[in-house]
């Protein structure tokens, strides 16, 4: 078990830019979720997976978000057009099925978007 | 929906005193309840969570957390705290048997 990992562990960028995020969940796990943490705050729900399906994304998840998760392996979350708002860490976790299952996070990416 | 509040933002304690942070959450129904922890520089990870059964849960390094569904709350306890206790803590509840709802959390320094 080496945990889960995302890369990288901080993105600066300029407004405007698209970015990729990348998350390797602990191997045997079927679900992968994306959470986003800004200063003062817990982590907030944006979307998980269930293998390779999308099965939910939060109203925070606008329409320059996307995730994927091919073959159920690891997941990469774009954003497109980055604003100012984006700035926050993007932490992923993956448990084995729901939420009765412990979560597991990754370290996060921090992205600061000037 | 379901909400986590934590009351307590900032906790400042000395090395040896007792701890007590709050969290209380919203949803009357069966529930599973979460404390994480985020060490300085660290990932999340998991204190300690309640499922059924004995509501009083033991966690790792000595924390313990009790359910009071009277209360709707799911405080976090230890009897003596560490300086390598100095850390964020959030409670959390699964929404919709998925993903998980986060209080805003409570920032613990301990000085030696």
């Known amino acids: 078990d080496t945990g889960v990992s995302q890369d990288p562990r901080h993105k600066i960028t300029k407004r405007g830019q698209n970015v990729t995020f990348r998350c390797d969940p602990i191997?045997?796990?079927?679900?992968l979720y994306w959470y986003r943490q800004t200063l003062g705050q817990g982590p907030e729900f944006l979307t998980y997976?269930?293998?390779?399906?999308?099965?939910?994304k939060s109203r925070l998840l606008s329409d320059r978000f996307s995730a994927e998760r091919p073959k159920g392996s690891f997941s990469t979350l774009e954003i497109q057009r980055t604003e100012q708002g984006d700035s926050a860490m993007y932490l992923c976790a993956s448990s084995a099925s729901g939420a009765t299952d412990t979560q597991y996070f990754g370290p996060g990416t921090r992205l600061t978007v000037l | 929906a379901q909400s986590v509040s934590q009351h307590n933002h900032h906790v400042i304690l000395s090395e040896a005193a007792s701890l007590e942070l709050g969290c209380n959450y919203s949803?009357?129904?069966?529930?599973?309840l979460f404390w994480y922890v985020q060490y300085p520089g660290q990932h999340l990870q998991l204190l300690l969570k309640?499922?059924?059964?004995?509501?009083l849960v033991k966690g790792i390094k000595g924390f313990e957390a009790e359910f009071i569904k009277s209360k709707f709350s799911f405080n976090l306890r230890k009897p003596s705290v560490q300086w390598s206790d100095t850390a964020e803590y959030f409670c959390?509840?699964?929404?919709?048997?998925?993903?998980?709802?986060f209080g805003t959390g409570t920032r613990l320094q301990v000085f030696p």
């Open positions: 997976f269930q293998n390779e399906a999308q099965l939910e």
């Open positions: 191997s045997e796990h079927n679900r």
């Open positions: 959390a509840v699964p929404y919709n048997t998925d993903k998980l709802i």
């Open positions: 949803y009357g129904g069966t529930v599973n």
């Open positions: 309640y499922f059924s059964g004995d509501p």
